[in-house]
């Protein structure tokens, strides 16, 4: 026993020696330093608050504008908007029903949601206007020529912080002045809240340029003053269908009265 007790003595004498040091080198060393924090998160948010408050001035903005609008294969066309002091709005779009051969104009009052067929080559009847609907409904995917989108209620989903929307700050397009922000859809659903492209606008709110997939609306010259409210470009009809905004289909020959005839 004795024998046993030395050679514990022996084998322990260092450990006991050496454990203070070993305690106080574990007190002394500093934890590692965390990562730097990502700045990318605050970027991101910022630029959502900024577009938001944008957005929001756009939407106080009244005013009379025109606008090109430039689509890939298609002649450049001067888009017409008009946002009324009364809330009311109205944007006119050459080539914008029936495959780009007939003119309309898109408008919402408070008596409703209308489309109006303009006097152009596919339509030769005067103007007149057909009610789609309530102020808020939506525009049926067939008669829609979405640009008037750019201008009056995605507005509403640029503002909303709730909507599924990834905000970043964006060079603005060739032609387009303002402060402009890459906007793109974080929802997995197969209809986005909006087009997804680069918006722009002036520190007064005024929309300066959009450039989505489907073509890039600038603004052509200074604003004018808003009227007090918009007018219809025709008298509401209730015996017409709005316009498509696909072409007419090709009438075939062989259905023509005279086809088959000597």
Request: glycine content about 8%.
């Amino acid at each position: 026993m004795p024998v046993l007790n030395r050679s514990a003595g022996r084998v322990l004498g260092p450990l006991v020696l050496a454990l203070p040091a070993l305690l106080v080198a574990c007190t002394t060393e500093q934890p590692p330093a965390p990562p730097p924090a990502d700045p990318a998160p605050v970027e991101v948010d910022a630029a959502r608050d900024e577009l938001a408050a944008l957005t929001a001035a756009a939407q106080d903005r009244h005013l009379v504008a025109q606008y090109v609008y430039s689509q890939a294969g298609q002649p450049d066309r001067t888009i017409v908007f008009t946002s009324a002091n009364d809330g009311s709005w109205r944007v006119d779009v050459p080539g914008g029903a029936l495959g780009g051969t007939a003119d309309v104009s898109m408008a919402g009052t408070a008596d409703g949601l209308f489309q109006c067929a303009l006097p152009s080559a596919g339509h030769s009847e005067s103007a007149s206007c057909v009610r789609l609907g309530d102020r808020d409904d939506v525009v049926p995917r067939r008669s829609d020529p979405r640009v008037q989108h750019l201008l009056t209620d995605w507005l509403d989903v640029l503002t909303d912080r709730r909507s599924p929307l990834a905000v970043a700050p964006a060079d603005a397009p060739e032609g387009v002045t303002g402060t402009c922000y890459s906007v793109d859809s974080t929802s997995a659903s197969l209809n986005a809240p909006l087009d997804v492209g680069i918006y722009c606008y002036d520190r007064d709110g005024t929309p300066t340029g959009v450039r989505t997939a489907a073509g890039t609306l600038r603004l052509a010259a200074p604003p004018g003053p808003a009227p007090a409210t918009v007018q219809l470009a025709g008298p509401v009809v209730v015996d017409r269908e709005p316009l498509d905004t696909a072409a007419p289909p090709t009438p075939d020959p062989s259905e023509s009265p005279g086809a088959g005839t000597p």
